[in-house]
């Protein structure tokens, strides 16, 4: 089964106290359906589970660099101040330029690397190795692949960690691990939170 890869820079917000079962909310300040969907849902989980779940909050950036930062996760996490896309939808839509809810759970701001540092580290050879059936390829065929990578990734400047490692089709995504960080469960997108609950209460007993 795959490994969960948490790759953080640092906690901005509380602790991450690893349990038998743990989850990650991986997200990003200027996306508006993160806040809508995702983090209600994390709050209600985390005052349902936390006693018995690990939760860590992963802010994350792929794109809109100059919104999807540390600096705006502090100003969210400090005042519930929003940005970019989040914050226009939430002035259009309730007249609100701060957000509503707090997050209660521990969060941290991933990994943001270099095309450089990242292309030139083992995860290249850590992306390649969950391809199917990779130890069997011949030498040439695995060079071939890793060179594909390197240069696919080499056309991308800035590289959240977190998000790429774990090959994430966007956000918000939730993704339920034990303590050996094996992947028991992905999800992606907006999910119903009784599904959520009802596979917690599953792999806790």
């Known amino acids: 089964m795959s490994k969960f890869h948490l790759n953080i820079k640092n906690l901005v917000q509380g602790e991450f106290k690893k349990q038998r079962v743990n989850i990650a909310f991986v997200f990003q300040v200027n996306c508006p359906g993160c806040f809508i969907y995702g983090i209600p849902i994390m709050n209600e989980l985390y005052r349902a589970f936390s006693s018995k779940v690990g939760f860590i909050g992963v802010a994350t950036a792929f794109e809109d660099f100059e919104y999807n930062n540390e600096a705006s996760l502090k100003l969210l996490l400090d ?39 990242f292309i030139n580290s083992d995860k290249i050879e850590t992306l390649c190795d969950v391809i199917p059936n990779f130890d069997n ?17 080499s056309q991308i400047p800035l590289i959240a960690e977190t998000f790429t490692m774990n090959q994430l089709r966007g956000t918000p995504s939730f993704i339920i691990f034990d303590d050996n960080y094996t992947i028991l469960e992905q999800y992606f997108g907006h999910q119903n939170e009784e599904n959520l609950k009802i596979k917690l209460n599953d792999l806790l007993s």
Do not use: C
Not at 137 to 153: A, D, G, L, P, W
């Open 79 to 117: 005042s519930g101040t929003l940005v970019g896309e989040t914050q226009k939808y939430y002035n259009t839509n309730y007249g609100l330029s701060n957000y509503p809810e707090t997050l209660n759970f521990p969060v941290a701001f991933d990994e943001i690397v270099s095309s450089e540092e």
């Open 137 to 153: 390829f011949s030498e040439n065929e695995k060079e071939t692949i890793f060179q594909k990578v390197r240069s696919h990734y």
